[in-house]
Structure formats: structure tokens, C-alpha cells
């Protein structure tokens, strides 16, 4: 089995909303600081919204808009270094479709992190753990649980999606911003219900309706959290996609090897890696095509 293959078995990157709770394998229990992704009022457990100041997070503009592409690079600059625990839910309306539905979360920090996807349809759930010597992963679908050692896993950024999120959601629409208090912590809050359709979703080949998003954004670009939701309609067929994803513990956060990892290495062998053979690829959110695309894959490979 070729690595590309193992990591599309595995981690495939297609979406999922649902409240699948997760083992305690190298996590750490369920985040508890995250910002609650819904518009906020000035009751809103004791958080205060006022009117926009000048000073704007990177690519946010006064008038609302938004250069997602600045904003995304201001991000990935603040979480660069930084330990942190990542969730995402990604419901692409399709649950009979591999990855339809899932839930993934992330551990970040040290030089080494920990992934596990939970796939509500059809399709693995896997778990990742990397460090300097390499991926370990497991795999478990049906009755059949797969132990491989991964040479070439990529690094965390690979499979943490949050700034193709970005420019996914945020771009060529125009948002009410204020400002947020949570924590001694201040939130920009973007929020646009029934708003401009985003570039990305607008460019795709199906229809997309009811738009609603909303962000949470630090002075310097960190986005904390996203939510966006939306109606598409293919081929007459309408679904309702929504996605959300949360950042907790950050600057605290420190992965731990599962207890099967050290199993690995009796059970599996590595897999040597064929020249020319790209690292996995775990950073774009679904499209709205049709057919949509796993992590590291073509659309081919998926309807093989």
C-alpha cells in the first residue's frame, strides 16, 4: 500500500458536524476555554460589544471587507511556534459520501502532534501520532484495525486546515465587525448572516444560498474560531453544509504518544517512499463540487 493510499484510508479531509466525543488517547479533554462561535451581544455571558475601532486585525478593512489571504498568513504567522489544541466540525451535508460527515482534532506542540478523525459515514477513523522519528497511525474501519509507520507524514499544519478555512470562508464578503471582551482578551467579531456570497463558494460550480458566517479575531490576526453555513443545491438536490472549528489551550497544549505506538514497530515495517512522492496533504476543506477530493488525492483516486 503506498503512503498516499494509507493517508487517504485514514484522514480523508471532507467535513463533519457532529458531537462525537473523543478518547483520551495523546489528548487532552474536551477544550473548555473556546470562544463560543455565535453572534454576541452585550448579555452574552458577560461579554461586551462596542463599535469597531480603527486598529483592525490583518486584511479586516474598515468597510467590513476582508483580505482573507493577509488574514490567513497573519494566522499561520501566530500559531506558527505555538503549542495548541485545534476541533473542527465539518458537515458537508452528504453523509452517505467518504467524509462527509467528520469531527477531527489536533494536538499541537513540543515537535510532535496527535490527529484523530471520527468519520460519522463511511469511511476510517484514524488516529495520527508524529514526532522527529516519524508517523504512527492507526486505522479502524469495520472489524479491521490497520498499524502502520508512516516515514513521510508532513507536519501538523498538513492536517490543522484552519487557514485554507479562512480563505475559504472569509473572502469577498463584507462583515459587522465589533469588538468582543472575553478573558481580558479582545475578540474582533465578523459576522455576516444573509451577506455576499464568499469568492471561493461563489467561483464553484454549484449554487450556494443563506450564507451566514462568524469569526473570532485577536488585534494580530490569530482566528480563534470560524463558523459558516450555507445551502447548496446540486442538480436540483439541496444540502446544508456547515462547518465550525475552535482553537483551545494554546501556548498549553502538549500531544501524548498513544500506548499503541509502541506496538508499532512490531507490527508494521517502513514503507519505503517512491521518488517523486509529495508529502500528505491535509489543508483544503472540501470543495462544492459534486465530487469532492480526500487528503493528498484526486478525485480518480477517490471513485476507484
Do not use: K
Request: glycine share 10%.
Amino acid at each position: 500500500m503506498r503512503i498516499r493510499a494509507v493517508i487517504v484510508a485514514a484522514l480523508v479531509l471532507l467535513a463533519g458536524c457532529s458531537a462525537v466525543s473523543f478518547g483520551s488517547d495523546g489528548q487532552q479533554g474536551a477544550p473548555t476555554d473556546t470562544v463560543t462561535p455565535v453572534p454576541v451581544t452585550g448579555t452574552d455571558r458577560g461579554a461586551s460589544a462596542t463599535t469597531t475601532p480603527v486598529d483592525l486585525p490583518p486584511g479586516v478593512n474598515a468597510d467590513g471587507s476582508v483580505n482573507a489571504v493577509e488574514l490567513a498568513q497573519a494566522h499561520d504567522a501566530y500559531v506558527e511556534n505555538r503549542s495548541y489544541t485545534w476541533f473542527v466540525d465539518y458537515d458537508t451535508g452528504r453523509p452517505d459520501f467518504v467524509g462527509g460527515v467528520f469531527t477531527r482534532r489536533a494536538v499541537v506542540g513540543n515537535g510532535s502532534f496527535f490527529v484523530q478523525q471520527v468519520s460519522l459515514g463511511p469511511g476510517a477513523n484514524s488516529s495520527l501520532y508524529v514526532n522527529e522519528s516519524g508517523g504512527f497511525l492507526r486505522s479502524a474501519e469495520g472489524n479491521e484495525t490497520r498499524y502502520e509507520l508512516i516515514q513521510v507524514p508532513g507536519d501538523h499544519g498538513e492536517y490543522v486546515f484552519a487557514d485554507d478555512a479562512i480563505r475559504r470562508f472569509l473572502g469577498g464578503t463584507t462583515f459587522d465587525v465589533t469588538t468582543v471582551e472575553r478573558g481580558g482578551q479582545t475578540y474582533y467579531r465578523l459576522y455576516v448572516a444573509d451577506g455576499p456570497i464568499p469568492d471561493t463558494l461563489a467561483a464553484s460550480p454549484v449554487v450556494v444560498r443563506n450564507y451566514t458566517a462568524t469569526a473570532y479575531v485577536t488585534s494580530d490576526g490569530f482566528v480563534r474560531s470560524l463558523t459558516a453555513q450555507y445551502d447548496r443545491v446540486v442538480d436540483g438536490n439541496q444540502s446544508h453544509v456547515s462547518f465550525r472549528y475552535d482553537y483551545s489551550h494554546v501556548g498549553e497544549s502538549t500531544p501524548r504518544a498513544p500506548d499503541w505506538v509502541g506496538e508499532i514497530h512490531l507490527r508494521s515495517t517502513p514503507e519505503p517512499v517512491p521518488p517523486g512522492t509529495t508529502t500528505p496533504n491535509g489543508t483544503t476543506p472540501p470543495s462544492d463540487e459534486s465530487t469532492a477530493t480526500a487528503a493528498g488525492t484526486t478525485t480518480d483516486e477517490l471513485d476507484e
